[in-house]
């Protein structure tokens, strides 16, 4: 497909064998990294789907709509303390194996969350369609990444997210019918017929990778990091909340914050740890992990906040909102297909700079909103939001993985995933307290339009912290995944 990677046949080879890597070529090209992005959509939709209809779902189970959101932050805990071993399942079973494993699992969760009549039932099957999900995205990107010359990656990653971002685009209007004329238990049912497609095209053109040699798998280093991130996450979803003392709230902090201190030293010492904590010495995977994670708070909030803005202070049906909030993330779509040619035009770190400034300003302006701003304003604000923001994501997924050997990409793939879904959990924790505590402030009963969009100033302020890391990367960052530099050869290695 790319005439960069060196062909090691000769140009006497029979016809059959050039069919054959012709065929191999087109598929890790495109049909591979699409059939794993049909699969992951199953996933941004659920997300999606379920933001749109939390205020809904609280009316209907008699809770209050900031409490519903532990509907999320569990799925993203849940998410971030299985994470870290996907790698090594994936190593261990094999890639595919553990792919398709997740995909049933995460039908399953979702039949028990759709047959739940309580938050506490409800927040059970979203922690394990958590646990499945977290085998899912990183082992389906670990099939990629070990298939695709790195050369090819950026193209092939955009790929990949476009049926999942088919996702966020279908999500809103897509929950907001199903929660005004159905109930919204479908919101979850909806996802049986995905996940047998999804098996089913899996099973048909997803290769089966060679397996890797294991190493033992960091019993303890899982326990520090479950335990851990567990407590802090938790912290943040009572911070100001009065559903635990303070002094609980403080030990949560101070016990999470001892067992991942307690694992860092661990991991200095075990050669075969969990994470990896190494890979942060890499700048460019620094940059996108660590300065991305900025981005990434905002990123998880918003879906968050603009359903309570638009439904809970605004007053719109879910339906409405919905269909309102949508373009967002067809903006979004639209950038997946240049993204690839302005990267190698401009480079990952004249990228990253120029547009965490303005994908900062978008976050920014959504707190401006107000019931009386024109609704064609608002697509236009989300449109042109979703545009850059998926530029800026775009970038950093690929930047994290430009120096990393065949040897570290399950390592490096499960890290980049966890620290994903830990901030957007941070992000949806730190969303619910800000507009409590703003709600408190002004001494209203009920969250405000002031609240939110006070929430959102502060949540969008802080991206531009990421720039501190952008601002340092080298000129040539990344450039070999944009053809910018030397070829790389095809990934090898198994999963």
């Known amino acids: 497909m790319s005439e960069d990677i060196a062909d090691p046949t000769p140009k006497s080879s029979t016809p059959a064998q050039t069919a054959e890597e012709r065929a191999a070529a087109i598929s890790r090209g495109w049909i591979v990294p699409a059939v794993i992005g049909s699969a992951l959509m199953m996933q941004t939709l659920n997300a999606t789907v379920l933001s749109n209809a939390l205020p809904v779902m609280a009316q209907d189970m008699g809770e209050d709509p900031l409490r519903l959101n532990l509907a999320i932050s569990m799925y993203l805990l849940a998410a971030a303390v299985f994470l870290p071993i996907s790698g090594w399942a994936a190593d261990m079973f094999g890639a595919k194996r553990i792919f398709l494993l997740a995909m049933v699992l995460y039908a399953v969760s979702s039949a028990l969350c759709g047959l739940a009549d309580t938050l506490l039932e409800l927040v059970g099957g979203r922690l394990l369609q958590g646990a499945a999900g977290a085998m899912m995205a990183p082992v389906g990107r670990l099939v990629l990444l070990r298939t695709t010359p790195k050369n090819e990656l950026v193209g092939a990653m955009s790929v990949l997210t476009m049926p999942a971002l088919l996702g966020p685009v279908l999500g809103p209007p897509v929950g907001g019918f199903i929660v005004t004329f159905w109930d919204w238990p479908w919101i979850f049912f909806m996802n049986l017929p995905i996940a047998a497609a999804g098996v089913l095209l899996v099973l048909r053109f997803v290769p089966i990778v060679p ?246 100033l502060v949540i969008g302020a802080l991206t531009f912290v990421s720039l501190v890391f952008y601002l340092r990367l080298p000129k040539d960052a990344g450039d070999e995944m944009n053809r910018r530099g030397p070829a790389s050869g095809a990934a090898s290695g198994g999963a």
């Open 211 to 456: 397996l890797q040699d294991p190493q033992r798998l960091d019993w303890k280093g899982m326990l520090l990091t479950g335990i851990g991130l567990a407590s802090v996450i938790f912290g943040f979803e009572t911070l100001g909340r009065d559903v635990l003392p303070g002094v609980a709230v403080a030990g949560l902090f101070a016990a999470g914050g001892a067992m991942l201190w307690t694992y860092a030293w661990h991991a200095r010492r075990t050669p075969y740890a969990i994470l990896d904590l190494s890979l942060f010495r890499v700048q460019t995977f620094q940059a996108s992990v660590v300065g991305g994670a900025f981005m990434r708070i905002a990123m998880g909030a918003t879906p968050f906040m603009l359903a309570l803005l638009l439904q809970v202070a605004f007053g719109l049906t879910a339906l409405a909102a919905g269909l309102l909030t949508f373009i967002g993330a067809a903006g979004a779509l639209v950038m997946k297909t240049t993204a690839p040619p302005i990267l190698r035009r401009f480079g990952f770190r004249n990228v990253l700079v120029v547009n965490a400034l303005i994908t900062g300003v978008f976050f920014l302006a959504y707190g401006f909103f107000q019931i009386d701003t024109p609704h064609w304003l608002i697509m236009l604000v989300l449109l042109a939001g979703g545009f850059f923001r998926s530029l800026q994501f775009t970038s950093l997924n690929g930047l994290a993985y430009a120096d990393i050997g065949q040897d570290r990409m399950s390592r490096a793939s499960t890290m980049s995933a966890m620290a994903q879904q830990l901030v957007q959990s941070v992000g949806i924790g730190l969303a619910a307290t800000l507009i409590h505590q703003f709600t408190q402030m002004a001494g209203a009963t009920e969250m405000t339009t002031e609240a939110i969009s006070r929430a959102f």
